[in-house]
């Protein structure tokens, strides 16, 4: 089993940042992608960054430019750098995963962490 642990979210005023840390723990052969996505209330979950165990990155045209997605490899850490953060950014932020272990591939999902911005 593979636990996703997010932290990082609260509460900021519009043009601030905040960093999320997602690390991974448990039966982890290798990681192969590593993911932010959101669900504002009311709305579905959508994807906003992601990354892959070679350092490729996509994200939401709506984030390009504020955010950021990167990773530590050796601690199986991704982190989503938010900057000049607006009110339409307030959602509940949960770190996704795709893990392979004894040649299995899984997708797991973390708890999720709010984020809200105030105006």
């Known amino acids: 089993q593979v636990q996703l642990v997010e932290s990082g979210g609260g509460l900021v005023q519009a043009g601030g940042s905040l960093r999320l840390s997602c690390a991974a723990s448990?039966?982890?052969?290798?990681?192969?992608?590593m993911a932010w996505y959101r669900q504002a209330p009311g709305k579905q979950r959508e994807f906003v960054a992601g990354?892959?165990?070679?350092?490729?990155?996509n994200s939401i045209d709506s984030v390009k430019g504020r955010f950021t997605i990167s990773q530590d490899n050796a601690k199986n850490t991704a982190y989503l750098q938010m900057n000049s953060l607006k009110p339409e950014d307030t959602a509940v932020y949960y770190c996704?995963?795709?893990?392979?272990?004894?040649?299995?591939?899984?997708?797991?999902w973390g708890q999720g962490t709010q984020v809200t911005v105030s105006s």
């Open positions: 996704y995963a795709t893990v392979q272990n004894g040649g299995v591939s899984r997708q797991y």
């Open positions: 448990g039966s982890i052969g290798g990681i192969n992608r």
């Open positions: 990354i892959t165990s070679g350092g490729n990155t």
